[in-house]
């Protein structure tokens, strides 16, 4: 684990984020930092402001202002295309997998924005099922193949920041255990991830630092080492 003399060079700074669907303002100056090859989560209740905080980073909301700085860069203006070509893949939680192709056309679908990117046979190593479904209609996946697939055709496209959106919801035990097993591994290759999750049991093992959002705004910052302290006030928050 890194120590706090020795902290990973920073990916991602966000600073005083607001963001805004039409006249409704969600986020109220979101602050929080993630450093390369890290993970971390966004935890709260259903409104708290997660989901919003992922689309604001592509820019898929209405409005936002404040700073976001990627790799030192500021992107609070950019449009979404440009930011997703800066390496930034997001997995939203509906997978948006497209029905009449088959499981490799969806992997091979999205364009590569980024070098660096996984080969097709990288990722057919690291989710056998695809493979072996590779043929099969996108219809005819089960929710946690489809899931995987939403994950692969990221990985294809260089992004390096990988933003991931409630990826567990209503999957098998052993689906969940094999994401919580490529999370691992994504990290040790250097990806760093942004994870929204429901599911605290699967997040807290993965996660170097969780924020905590209530009301569109981060209610704490807890470190993994902080965590088992921590962890009464956090049911109580969460409610689970």
């Known amino acids: 684990m890194t120590s706090a003399f020795d902290p990973k060079p920073e990916m991602l700074r966000v600073r005083d984020l607001h963001a805004y669907y039409g006249e409704s303002h969600i986020l109220h100056g979101i602050d929080f930092s993630v450093g390369r090859g890290e993970c971390v989560t966004l935890l709260g209740r259903n409104g708290a ?8 980073l592509l ?9 976001i700085m990627l790799n030192g860069k500021e992107i609070v203006a950019e449009p979404t295309h440009r930011i997703a070509g800066y390496g930034v893949g997001y997995v939203p939680e509906e997978r948006a997998i497209f029905a009449s192709l088959s499981a490799e056309e969806n992997l091979l679908l999205p364009p590569q ?7 097709v046979d990288e990722i057919y190593a690291m989710f056998p099922n695809l493979r072996e479904r590779r043929s099969s209609p996108g219809t005819k996946l089960s929710g946690g193949e489809q899931q995987m697939l939403a994950m692969a055709r990221v990985l ?7 933003l991931l959106d409630e990826i567990t919801e209503g999957l098998a035990p052993v689906i969940v255990k094999k994401l919580g097993e490529v999370i691992v591994e994504l990290k040790s290759r250097g990806f760093t991830i942004i994870l929204v999750e429901q599911n605290f049991r699967f997040a807290a093992p993965l996660a170097d630092r969780h924020y905590v959002l209530e ?8 470190p993994q080492e902080e965590l088992p302290g921590r962890m009464d006030w956090l049911h109580q928050t969460l409610g689970v």
């Not at 402001?49 to 604001?56: E, I």
């Not at 924005?113 to 080969?119: D, F, I, N, P, R």
């Open 49 to 56: 402001g997660r989901t919003t905080t992922l689309k604001a």
């Open 59 to 67: 820019g898929l909301v209405g409005r936002r202002t404040g700073s």
């Open 113 to 119: 924005v980024a070098s660096g990117g996984m080969t």
């Open 156 to 162: 294809r496209t260089g992004a390096k920041l990988l």
């Open 215 to 222: 009301h569109g705004e981060i209610l704490a910052t807890i």
